[in-house]
């Protein structure tokens, strides 16, 4: 495969950290951005930066001009982006009623807004030099809504379904979009779930307030058990940068532990998803 451009979001860490360095190793130019590289992210900023063909980018995902200044930065060196990773992402937990309106819009602005600011700003130049891919990873969580983590599901179905439609627009101008559906994972974002704000909302959820407990320690049993290994999601992004064009599965699904369930709902979505865009004149776009 030719040498590529490739732009990943939240590096620091995690799936992205992996990512980068995985697709740095293929000989594939890799631009990685975290935020805070001359603070709390200094040493990981370094340490990144010394990867060969990697480079670090200090970008705010939150903030407009900041990510629209590190897109121009990449194009006036490189002329192109090629590949687009949207992997940054925010996790607040608790009861639906406890997240704030200001919760609510913080889970957005990382997890909806930040990648939408990436997507609307690498589309132009992906759309004139008629190839690009873009690959969002969102969640298990993006298809099913489990109790406790309603808000970040919400999110995650949000991004879900800005990456369905456009898959759909793109893919005759050359350009293709991917999810994928990680499940629980033994990385720094899920040891950090933020608690959302309103605690007071707790008191009046006393009968069901063992549940979360319950979620935790079962959970704790599945990832001792089947032991998922966070590199098997920067693999699954590496497979599909080198799945040619137009064959790339619209979703992929890398969770050892409930990935079963949300394969059986993609496959059945699918099936009729595919009938609906018939009924409504588009079967083309399939």
Known sequence: ????????????????????????TLGH???????????????????????????VLDVNL?????????????????????????????AMGGVAES???????????????APWRLIKQVLPSMRKQGDGLIINITSGFGRVSF?????YAASKFALEGISEGLHYEVKRLGIDVAVVEPGAFPTEMQQKNNPASDQEVFEGYSVVADIPNKMVAALGRE????????QDVADAIV?????????????????????????AANQA???????????????ELL
């Open 1 to 24: 495969m030719d040498k590529k451009i490739v732009l990943i979001t939240g590096t620091n860490s995690g799936f992205g950290w992996l990512t980068a360095n995985s697709i740095a």
């Open 29 to 55: 130019k890799v631009y990685a951005t975290m935020r805070d590289t001359k603070g709390r992210n200094a040493d990981k900023a370094v340490a990144l930066s010394a990867t060969e063909n990697v480079t």
């Open 62 to 90: 939150t903030d407009d001009h900041s990510v629209k200044q590190a897109i121009e930065t990449v194009l006036e060196k490189e002329g192109t982006i090629d590949i687009l990773i949207n992997n940054a992402g925010y």
């Open 99 to 113: 997240f704030t309106v200001n919760d609510v819009h913080t889970t957005f602005d990382i997890n909806v807004y």
């Open 147 to 151: 109790p406790f983590a309603t808000m």
């Open 223 to 230: 990832m001792q058990s089947k032991n998922p290994n966070p």
């Open 239 to 263: 497979k599909l940068i080198e799945t040619p064009k137009g064959s790339r599965p619209l979703r992929t699904v890398v969770d050892p532990i409930t990935g079963q369930y949300i394969e």
């Open 269 to 283: 979505v699918a099936e009729q998803f595919a009938k609906g865009l018939t009924v409504f004149g588009m079967g």
